[in-house]
């Protein structure tokens, strides 16, 4: 399995050598476009000592969902320093870098169950420090409940500042890309002649086109997966990206919906 974000030392040496900026020729993610903040709200970036990591995804206004690898990477702290006293997350801009407002995060709720080998409840919960003013560029979004179901080939939304191609350069600019959602049989089927045993859970949903070119990819670890103008998903894993019959593999929000409900109010 590949995370969705990089290993912490891998980002370290390439977000240094790239700076605030990509390349010139970096337009686009795998398969996306470049898009407004103003066009998705909820979008923001994780950043840790001041460089993005992974996305996440603005639930109200003072909680924020994002992937539990993500956080998980308090391992390399000080242990005498809280853990989240590194994180801050940025909403409001379409920069990965610039722009926008930074918010200090107050607390880190990794999802109690997370398996870190098997990527099961890949979900964390951010605690910001202060709440978030709704404008243009900011906005929560709805989370999917009980009664929505989610129908396979329905199009959805993946966003965020990921590689352009796997194991390339980060966009500096927010891409968008539409992926089909794949029912979990068929993304079971792909992923057991990928790794010859099953690794998708009840707590996994897929999607991406069978013929791959449209995917999320390091650096999106922890976004969106939006269908209907719902949140439905959190961008996991998959095997490289945009390959033809390995679909992203997101953490399903449906799944999590009571423990979210119990932890935040929401």
């Not at 992974?54 to 809280?82: E, M, Y």
């Not at 919960?125 to 560029?137: A, G, K």
């Not at 390995?246 to 953490?251: E, K, S």
């Amino acid at each position: 399995m590949l995370f969705r974000s990089l290993v912490f030392l891998w980002f370290v040496f390439i977000t240094s050598a790239l700076g605030d900026k990509a390349p010139p020729n970096d337009t686009r993610i795998v398969g996306g476009v470049t898009v407004d903040i103003e066009n998705h709200r909820y979008q923001g970036s994780l950043q840790r000592w001041n460089r993005h990591i992974c996305g996440v995804t603005l639930i109200s206004t003072r909680w924020v969902l994002t992937a539990a690898h993500c956080t998980v990477v308090q391992i390399f702290d000080n242990p005498k320093v809280p853990p989240f006293h590194a994180f801050t997350v940025r909403f409001g801009s379409s920069y990965m870098q610039s722009e926008g407002f930074v918010y200090s995060v107050s607390r880190v709720i990794d999802h109690p169950s997370y398996e870190v080998f098997a990527l099961d409840n890949d979900v964390s919960l951010l605690q910001l420090s202060r709440d978030v003013e709704i404008s243009s560029t900011i906005e929560p979004i709805t989370l999917i409940d009980e009664n929505q179901a989610l129908v396979p080939g329905s199009t959805c939304t993946i966003t965020g500042w990921g590689a352009v191609s796997f194991g390339g350069p980060a966009a500096a600019v927010l891409q968008r890309a539409f992926v089909p959602l794949i029912s979990q049989e068929t993304c079971d089927e792909y992923y057991t002649a990928i790794y010859q045993y099953s690794v998708i859970s009840k707590n996994m949903i897929c999607a991406g086109s069978p013929y791959g070119g449209r995917d999320a990819c390091q650096l999106d670890s922890g976004g969106p997966l939006v269908n209907n103008g719902v949140l439905v998903g959190v961008v996991s894993w998959g095997y490289q990206c945009a390959r033809p019959q390995a679909p992203g593999v997101y953490a399903s929000v449906l799944a999590y919906r009571q423990w979210i409900r119990e932890t935040t109010g929401i």
